[in-house]
């Protein structure tokens, strides 16, 4: 289709390829395939396994695969995917698809990064305090890590704002000193020649919250779900409570955390516009039980159509406001692509086929220009 008034970026995660790593610490050949296809249904109506349709169970490494993923974004109204980007000290990890598209120069879709920049822990089987990859912070590392990051921000597919190339940091919370480490970022930028470096802070924690420009950064990115938000709409709590101790009920809903979607949605819509800039964020659906046997976040009942009521009111927003975030253009994220294991893809599933793509450009295409 052709270009919309508006970008929608959707995070976009490239677990989907063997690494060493992964071999040492999951089992050889591991990927986030082999969460998808063990998930089961935990409850009457739970929809599991998230099986990928018309995208098979692809392989990153190939540029094919990477090429149908571009094109079935483009034709939907899909702006550029934001990698995550995985930096331990100067240590890359799951860079190959992404290195592959910088070097290969293909696809020409539009892009950016995300510095998922957490320590890498045994969550996914329940000892979160088993370190895998520690992340450490120096001002040596900000430096090296800027200038390791200018190939990407030099390519002409580069997301850019007022000519600066956008960066998100998914904690920067875990920073020692946020305003000394992006101050090092735009001096390292200007020294590059770029006009300098859009940065956003992605509201992921509680404590990743409030204005981001106190903390150097130009605007925030809001994260769907935000799960410290959802305990009030915990479905049937109090009910499934009493149930438990008579030994009646699904064991899913005091094992898990379940939600509804709509519920869910009408939080997100309901909540006030902050007084410092940020850009909003839709979510598909979640569900990331495939990668735990407990305390799972279920928002169950996803569908199109409520999916596309939030998008459709995010566009709105940004399509009216967007310069209060310092940005050339609308902006709005979409929580995500491709992120199979937690029940969270645009991407088409067997269950849904294209209808969640229908919906977002449906959304895309009804934002008049900005004037």
């Not at 970008?7 to 060493?20: N, T």
């Not at 875990?174 to 300098?196: H, M, N, Q, S």
Request: charged share 25%.
């Amino acid at each position: 289709m052709t270009g919309t008034a508006l970008d929608a970026i959707c995070f976009y995660l490239p677990q989907f390829h063997p690494i060493p790593e992964n071999d040492a610490w999951w089992g050889r050949g591991f990927t986030e395939w082999r969460n998808v296809v063990k998930a089961r249904p935990l409850f009457p109506g739970h929809y599991q396994p998230h099986l990928p349709a018309d995208m098979g169970f692809y392989d990153l490494r190939l540029d094919e695969t990477r090429q149908a993923q571009a094109d079935l974004a483009r034709e939907y109204g899909i702006r550029g995917f934001c990698y995550y980007h995985y930096w331990f000290n100067g240590r890359r990890v799951l860079e190959k698809p992404f290195q592959s598209v910088l070097s290969s120069r293909r696809p020409d879709l539009p892009f950016c990064l995300c510095w998922a920049n957490e320590s890498w822990t045994r969550a996914w089987d329940g000892n979160e305090r088993q370190i895998l990859l520690q992340q450490n912070y120096s001002a040596e590392d900000d430096i090296a890590h800027l200038r390791a990051l200018l190939p990407a921000f030099e390519d002409e597919r580069y997301i850019k704002v007022d000519g600066k190339p956008v960066f998100l940091v998914y904690r920067a919370a875990r920073f020692p000193d946020a305003v000394a480490t992006t101050d090092r970022w735009r001096r390292e930028a200007e020294k590059a020649g770029l006009p300098g470096i859009f940065l956003l802070r992605v509201e992921s924690f509680p404590d990743e919250t409030g204005d981001p420009r106190t903390s150097g950064f130009d605007a925030a990115v809001e994260f769907q779900p935000r799960w410290w938000d959802l305990q009030g709409l915990r479905v049937l709590r109090r009910r499934w409570w009493h149930r438990r101790r008579l030994k009646m009920g699904e064991s899913a809903y005091w094992r898990h955390n379940i939600y509804n979607y709509d519920d869910v949605v009408l939080q997100a819509l309901e909540r006030a516009l902050p007084d410092y800039p940020l850009i909003r964020c839709a979510s598909p659906s979640w569900d990331n039980s495939a990668r735990r046997a407990g305390n799972a976040l279920i928002i169950h009942e996803s569908n199109p159509n409520s999916y596309e009521r939030w998008l459709r009111e995010l566009v709105g927003q940004a399509a009216g406001s967007f310069r209060r975030a310092g940005l050339d253009r609308p902006m709005v994220f979409i929580n995500a692509w491709n992120e199979w294991a937690e029940g969270n893809h645009l991407e088409p599933c067997q269950k849904w086929g294209l209808a969640y793509l229908e919906a977002t450009r449906k959304c895309l295409l009804a934002v008049a220009a900005p004037a």
